[in-house]
């Protein structure tokens, strides 16, 4: 089935549920009553998505947000009030009939805002080609869209172009924890619901980076499907378009202060704990975006950190057997590679299987933002405990 050919069954199923209010894709968690104060039923009856818009939650007053398939309209209505009168919302969508919805609310919501006029405007246009300016745009959100277009690379490279420089993107998607065959990815039906066309969470990371993106990382996952043993994830990223230039800023080391026992970042700079590493401008200019600031310690000069200090982190497993219960873990970002204290290689959207300590230990504060965890076990395992190796290692 061409490219072209799954756009347009695509465009007719989310066409027909805009008429019908047909329920597509899975529930995202909207404080429904909280949005009722300003948004209309017709609008909300049409919402789709896997999550919720996150990013939203990091809008100031006055910036530029775009939202990737738009619908009829809800994060665009969100992001309305959040950007206030003085910021601006554009929303872009393929489908006449979710368009014409958004823009007959519009005024509506402005009204309910209290704007003297609408700041959200809705414009016609595929998300492989975006009808945007470039470096127009401070915030990009989506909701369950991207997963369905055939090319997802030139969405990940569309997305570079309009953001400007020190933009941010904060998208929900479903990704697969492995390759999706292809009677699946012919499957029209399934394409719709969000799920055929979905990558493995390696693929659709290693597109974004290959489109310039930076500091990616999980905001938050959740499991959603399984279809003939392949597990479907709904997932919320985030990622920065750094400044091409660099300012001297005087930092020349970086120390890793933890959980992780050894990392690498994503522009391939390795770090062992408590080692002072020399670093350039545009490594720090990395390790200053959120995900990667509480984890490193700046300096001028080497700073070096013992177990003993206060700003070493680490989480060690327990020293008792453990048992398999199905259990994968895959690391989400922001580094390319991390190790943990029990001789664990996590390796960025490779899922990796667990023990029931390992389990414990990536379900820890310091640890469970850079994971997304799921079982593939079906049905209740019962495995008896495994006794751990003298250095308390057993995976």
């Known amino acids: 089935m061409s490219n072209d050919t799954m756009t347009q069954a695509v465009s007719e199923r989310y066409a027909r549920a805009a008429t019908t209010g047909e329920q597509i894709c899975c529930p995202t968690g909207y404080n429904l009553e909280d949005l009722r104060t300003f948004i209309t039923e017709e609008v909300l009856k049409i919402s789709y998505g896997c999550g919720t818009p996150a990013g939203l939650d990091t809008v100031r007053a006055g910036e530029t947000v775009l939202d990737i398939g738009s619908g009829g309209g809800i994060d665009c209505f969100e992001a309305s009030r959040r950007v206030g009168p003085t910021g601006r919302v554009i929303g872009i969508d393929m489908t006449d009939e979710m368009l014409a919805i958004a823009r007959r609310n519009a005024p509506v919501v402005a009204a309910n805002l209290g704007y003297a006029s609408s700041n959200a405007e809705f414009r016609k246009g595929m998300v492989e080609a975006m009808p945007v300016e470039d470096g127009s745009i401070d915030l990009i959100i989506s909701n369950c869209v991207i997963n369905l277009a055939p090319d997802k690379r030139k969405v990940f490279r569309e997305m570079f172009r309009v953001l400007r420089p020190g933009g941010r993107f904060t998208i929900s998607d479903i990704v697969s924890d492995q390759p999706v065959p292809n009677y699946l990815t012919h499957d029209v039906e399934k394409w719709g619901n969000c799920l055929s066309g979905a990558l493995q969470l390696g693929d659709y990371v290693s597109g974004m980076v290959e489109a310039g993106f930076l500091g990616i990382h999980q905001i938050k996952s959740v499991p959603w499907q399984v279809i003939d043993g392949i597990h479907f994830l709904s997932i919320t990223l985030t990622?920065?378009?750094?400044?091409?230039?660099?300012?001297?800023?005087?930092?020349?080391?970086?120390?890793?202060?933890?959980?992780?026992?050894?990392?690498?970042?994503?522009?391939?700079?390795?770090?062992?704990?408590?080692?002072?590493?020399?670093?350039?401008?545009?490594?720090?200019?990395?390790?200053?975006?959120p995900p990667f600031e509480p984890l490193f310690l700046l300096s001028e000069t080497p700073l070096a950190l013992e177990p003993s200090d206060a700003r070493w982190l680490a989480v060690l497993p327990e020293q008792v057997p453990c048992v398999?219960?199905?259990?994968?873990?895959?690391?989400?970002?922001?580094?390319?590679?991390?190790?943990?204290?029990?001789?664990?290689?996590?390796?960025?959207g490779n899922p990796l299987e667990i023990c029931s300590k390992t389990l414990a230990v990536l379900g820890t504060g310091g640890y469970d933002r850079h994971f997304v965890i799921f079982n593939r076990a079906g049905e209740a395992v019962a495995g008896e405990p495994v006794s751990s190796a003298p250095g308390g290692s057993c995976c």
């Open 324 to 348: 398999w219960k199905g259990h994968f873990a895959i690391l989400a970002g922001p580094f390319l590679e991390a190790a943990d204290d029990d001789h664990h290689v996590f390796r960025r």
């Open 239 to 289: 990622g920065y378009k750094l400044p091409a230039a660099v300012e001297p800023n005087g930092v020349r080391f970086a120390t890793l202060r933890g959980p992780f026992s050894q990392m690498v970042d994503e522009l391939g700079q390795r770090y062992q704990r408590g080692v002072p590493q020399a670093v350039n401008a545009r490594t720090v200019q990395l390790l200053k975006t």
